[in-house]
């Protein structure tokens, strides 16, 4: 039987085809896809590449999801067919080095989970054990499926250590940045301030919860948060873009307790 998905072969070639729907082995699941969003990382693997040994092509595109359980390999007692999950891209193998020192995204025995753009992805069985979980009925499948970006807001907020009372800069105003901005306001950060190019999303984030915003490219964003902050900058900056000028401009943003 046959499925429609998207195949990436190389740099800028993407092709949709029918490819054979997958079957399930001991300890899979198969599931119908209901929902899968575009990340960053696929943008970047569709234009630049990748790791050979993570992502081997041709291959399924896609890796941030959400669907319902369609076949239940006859070994597993858990998920229950018609059951809505989501999973994540990747599953450590709960022993190596790595692992045992809860760095879990270092694992050094990594599983990934490519395959989102299909009408159905199989998920290894690793996947299931440790990297699966059931929806709740609240949550829709769209939702669901930005559960994996919103894990990787969590974990980076939790490493920048925002606490209460903090003045918090956040560079980028796309799906990261604005994620950590109510990440960050949920935390309660006293101020909150977005900064980016487009005056659209940052008129997206004064919706959500922004105290200011600042259009770099109409204004020197460093000097305005500074003015913002009384000449001390930011307790915390967080650079949810990815390029070296954010990078360094993150730092001109925190007062110097924080660069030190």
């Not at 994540?88 to 080095?97: D, L, R």
């Not at 499948?141 to 250590?161: D, R």
Request: glycine letters at 10%.
């Amino acid at each position: 039987m046959l499925m429609k998905a998207a195949m990436l072969y190389g740099i800028n070639d993407l092709r949709i085809e029918d490819v054979p729907k997958p079957q399930v082995d001991k300890g899979e699941v198969l599931v119908k896809v209901k929902a899968a969003t575009t990340c960053g990382t696929d943008l970047k693997i569709f234009q630049r590449g990748y790791i050979e040994k993570v992502i081997r092509l041709p291959t399924v595109f896609g890796h941030e999801w959400a669907g319902e359980v369609v076949e239940v390999a006859d070994d597993l007692e858990w998920p229950k067919k018609g059951m809505r999950v989501r999973a994540g891209n990747s599953a450590p193998c709960m022993h190596c080095a790595m692992c045992q020192m809860g760095k879990y995204n270092l694992c050094e025995n990594m599983v990934w989970l490519w395959g989102a753009y299909a009408e159905y992805i199989k998920v290894p069985a690793r996947m299931v054990l440790v990297n699966m979980q059931e929806i709740p009925q609240h949550v829709s499948f769209e939702e669901a499926a930005i559960t994996e970006p919103l894990a990787c807001v969590l974990h980076g907020v939790e490493e920048t250590g925002v606490k209460l009372g903090d003045a918090v800069a956040i560079i980028g105003a796309g799906p990261i940045g604005l994620l950590h901005l109510l990440t960050v306001r949920r935390i309660g950060a006293e101020k909150v301030i977005v900064i980016d190019l487009v005056d659209e999303r940052l008129g997206f984030a004064e919706k959500l919860g922004a105290d200011e915003t600042i259009n770099a490219g109409k204004a020197n964003a460093v000097e305005k948060v500074r003015q913002i902050t009384n000449g001390y900058g930011v307790d915390v900056a967080i650079e949810a873009i990815g390029t070296p000028p954010t990078w360094e401009q993150a730092l001109k943003l925190v007062g110097k307790a924080e660069q030190s």
